[in-house]
């Protein structure tokens, strides 16, 4: 009889592996408080759209295809949140209400006069490319480098945050547009605030 060939298993998949905070080398994958204030600093300094974008991901944690997708009908003053569309689910229509600060839609609306037409009209009409470009333009003057310097380190930065101010997981669930609970809970994995704090106690 001909030798059995070995069965060789299939690729692993992230969504089997699951989210990730460290890449292989063990490099953090997620922004720290202090790299996000430096982030929405030097986007202060930005051109207008290229600020309110880096700043919808700042204040959203939204993925950037979805943030491309953001119409300013989708802009609620009254509630003080925007409406971000999932880009990650199998079917689309569903969507998400992620409060935002009230400056930020201030912003939004002197930029865009989005008061004034409430349209389908998209607030960043670029390509994928061209908004990683602005992203990592905006890293670099922030001097943040590593591989926590991407649009992804932004959206792990805003799950980090979450966490160390306490907000409740189900409502970082809901706002990051997670399927399961156990991919938001991978957040308290980090080392943040709170826990430097108890290690400071041993070091005393």
Request: charged share 25%; net charge positive.
């Amino acid at each position: 009889m001909p030798p059995r060939k070995k069965a060789v298993p299939p690729p692993v998949s992230t969504s089997q592996t699951g989210m990730q905070l460290y890449d292989a080398q063990g490099h953090r994958l997620y922004l720290t408080s202090s790299e996000r204030e430096a982030f929405r600093q030097a986007a202060e300094k930005a051109p207008r759209e290229v600020r309110t974008y880096c700043h919808a991901l700042l204040y959203t944690g939204c993925r950037p295809s979805e943030a491309l997708a953001l119409t300013a009908d989708r802009v609620d003053f009254q509630a003080q949140a925007i409406t971000i569309e999932s880009k990650k689910k199998r079917r689309p229509g569903i969507y998400r209400a992620v409060p935002v600060p009230g400056a930020f839609l201030e912003a939004l609306d002197l930029v865009y006069g989005i008061r004034d037409r409430k349209t389908k009209d998209k607030l960043w009409p670029w390509s994928r490319k061209t908004a990683y470009t602005r992203v990592i333009e905006v890293m670099e003057r922030a001097g943040i480098e590593g591989p926590q310097a991407t649009p992804k380190g932004l959206r792990h930065g805003f799950g980090v945050a979450c966490i160390e101010k306490q907000i409740p997981l189900n409502l970082v669930q809901r706002w990051l547009g997670h399927a399961q609970l156990t991919t938001t809970a991978i957040y308290a994995n980090a080392v943040g605030e709170e826990e430097r704090g108890i290690a400071a106690r041993l070091w005393a």
